[in-house]
């Protein structure tokens, strides 16, 4: 059984561009969060989805981030027009409900130039 | 709002001793309280986890302790090897997120 997934691994974007950041969940899950860690920080919840649905996203800044888990494919975490600031290690989780463990992916290290 | 505070920041231990990490939650509804270990450009993994119905639970090396009326719990690691060496991460889940601590950087001295 693989575990969660997440691809690409490293990603390097300049200003402005996008970035799309992919998250396979570990086979039975339906359920994904995805949360960001900044150099040195703790992980901060971003956004909370189930099979087609956007559960909990009060982690999401309003602007440029989006996120999405369609009935087929990955979950996809999408930051338009990106900054600086939005530097850092992105990871997934899955769970087969939101009441058990959650499993971590690799995580996606985005560098904007 | 949602808060899970945790201490120290930065822990050095000498090898053998043992190393305890203390956290504070906010929601009185919390249940449950993982724990996990990041290392170095790795992934968290869970290491062990509590639930609010007992106060305590141990596996092997390292043990978890809940407070409910406090709202504290804590990580205990005793015996500590060079390979305890990582980031640890206490979490309280609300609703259905998990919010995580900011954690604790774990030195272990030879």
């Known amino acids: 059984n693989a575990g969660v997934m997440q691809n690409p691994r490293h990603l390097v974007r300049r200003r402005g561009q996008e970035a799309r950041l992919r998250c396979s969940p570990m086979?039975?899950?339906?359920?994904v969060y995805w949360y960001r860690q900044l150099p040195e920080e703790g992980l901060k919840f971003m956004v909370y989805?189930?099979?087609?649905?956007?559960?909990?996203e009060s982690g999401m800044p309003k602007e440029r981030f989006s996120a999405e888990f369609p009935k087929e494919g990955p979950s996809i975490l999408r930051i338009q027009q990106v900054v600086r600031g939005d530097s850092a290690a992105y990871f997934c989780?899955?769970?087969?409900?939101?009441?058990?463990?959650?499993?971590f992916g690799p995580g996606t290290r985005l560098t904007v130039l | 709002g949602e808060n899970v505070e945790q201490h120290p920041s930065t822990l050095s231990v000498q090898e053998g001793d043992s190393a305890v990490i203390k956290c504070t939650y906010s929601?009185?509804?919390?249940?449950?309280f993982p724990w996990y270990k990041q290392e170095l450009g790795k992934r968290p993994q869970l290491i062990i986890d509590?639930?609010?119905?007992?106060g305590e639970k141990k596996d092997q090396r390292i043990a978890v302790t809940l407070n409910k009326t406090a709202k504290h719990f804590s990580l205990h690691i005793t015996e500590t090897q060079p390979e305890d060496s990582a980031v640890y991460f206490c979490?309280?889940?609300?609703?259905?997120?998990?919010?995580f601590g900011k954690g604790t950087r774990l030195h272990i001295l030879p």
């Open positions: 989780a899955s769970s087969p409900s939101p009441k058990h463990e959650q499993f």
């Open positions: 086979k039975g899950h339906s359920h």
């Open positions: 989805l189930q099979k087609e649905n956007i559960i909990d």
């Open positions: 929601d009185s509804a919390s249940n449950y």
């Open positions: 509590i639930r609010s119905n007992v």
């Open positions: 979490a309280a889940r609300v609703g259905d997120k998990i919010i």
